[in-house]
């Protein structure tokens, strides 16, 4: 999954540590968010959106794989 973590964070001069206290989880979790490493909880998807005053769907972006266009 996709999201724009990174983007919306350094447009606000947001610090990792700092969005990982505001979401209650570690700097590393907000670092594998943003280098796709980590799909959120839906809880803790929910508090990244409230903290940006976004929609869910605005951050992150869900790319279904498409294994049955191949056939």
């Given at each position: 999954?996709?999201?724009r973590i990174e983007e919306l964070r350094?447009?606000?001069?947001i610090k990792q540590e700092d969005l990982a206290?505001?979401?209650e989880v570690s700097r590393q979790?907000?670092?594998?968010?943003?280098?796709?490493r980590y799909n959120p909880s839906?809880?803790?998807?929910?508090?990244?959106a409230r903290y940006f005053h976004m929609s869910i769907e605005d951050i992150f972006i869900y790319e279904e794989?498409?294994?049955?266009?191949k056939e």
């Amino acid at each position: 999954m996709k999201n724009r973590i990174e983007e919306l964070r350094k447009e606000k001069g947001i610090k990792q540590e700092d969005l990982a206290i505001a979401v209650e989880v570690s700097r590393q979790t907000i670092g594998s968010l943003e280098n796709g490493r980590y799909n959120p909880s839906i809880i803790l998807a929910f508090k990244i959106a409230r903290y940006f005053h976004m929609s869910i769907e605005d951050i992150f972006i869900y790319e279904e794989e498409i294994e049955n266009e191949k056939e």
